[in-house]
C-alpha cells in the first residue's frame, strides 16, 4: 500500500533507544518541493529549510544521418553578489561531468561545494545537472551564462536553463 501525505514529520535521537528527551522533531510539506531532482536541507534545530539552486546546461547539435559533430569550445559564466567571472574555454566534445565541474570551481566568486552529474541529451549532446550546495542554500542564484562563440558543429547550442530556485521556506 501507498500512503499519500501532504506533511511528512522526521525525527532523530541521540539514544539508539528513542527515549531520550534530546529528540529533534522536523516537517516539511512536500508539495513545496518540484522540479526533476528536488533537494532540501533543514537544520540540526530543525529550524531552517532551504532548497538548493539547480541550473542545467545542455549542449546539443543537429545530428544528420545518425551522426553528430559537436567541436569547439564554449564559455560559462556565472554572478555571485557583484562579481562576475568567466571560465576559460571548456571543451564540449566529450565533456564530463568532472571537467565541467573543475571548470566551474575555478571561478573564485563560486563555492568549490558544487555537484555536477551528466545525462545523455537529446540531438548529440548532454545534459549537466549544476546543485550549488553552499550558495544555493536558500538563496535564489542569477542564472549562469553561456558563450557559444567558438562552439562548432551545425545548429550548435549550449543552453542553461534554471530547474529549482534556491530558496528558505
Known amino acids: 500500500d501507498v500512503c499519500s501525505s ?22 516539511f510539506n512536500h508539495k513545496l518541493f518540484s522540479g526533476t531532482s528536488p533537494e532540501v536541507i533543514v537544520d540540526s534545530g530543525g529550524a531552517t529549510q532551504v532548497k538548493k539552486e539547480i541550473q542545467t546546461i545542455t549542449t546539443s547539435v543537429t545530428v544528420f544521418d545518425g551522426s553528430a559533430s559537436l567541436g569547439g569550445t564554449f ?5 555571485a553578489g557583484t562579481s562576475t567571472q568567466t571560465t576559460s574555454g571548456i571543451t564540449a ?16 566568486n563560486i563555492d568549490d561545494n558544487l555537484v555536477v552529474t551528466r545525462s545523455t ?8 545537472s549544476v546543485t550549488f550546495t553552499t550558495e544555493g542554500n536558500g538563496i535564489d542564484l542569477p542564472l549562469m551564462t553561456a558563450d557559444t562563440t567558438l562552439l562548432t558543429g551545425t545548429d550548435a547550442k549550449v543552453v542553461v536553463a534554471e530547474v529549482q530556485k534556491g530558496q528558505s521556506l
Open 6 to 27: 501532504d506533511l511528512y514529520k522526521v525525527e532523530w535521537d541521540t539514544s539508539p533507544t528513542f527515549d531520550s528527551v534530546n529528540g529533534k522533531p522536523i516537517s
Open 93 to 108: 566534445n566529450g565533456l564530463s561531468a568532472a571537467d565541467l565541474q573543475a571548470a566551474l570551481r575555478g571561478l573564485s
Open 121 to 128: 541529451g537529446s540531438n548529440g549532446g548532454f545534459t549537466y
Open 75 to 79: 564559455t560559462i559564466s556565472a554572478t
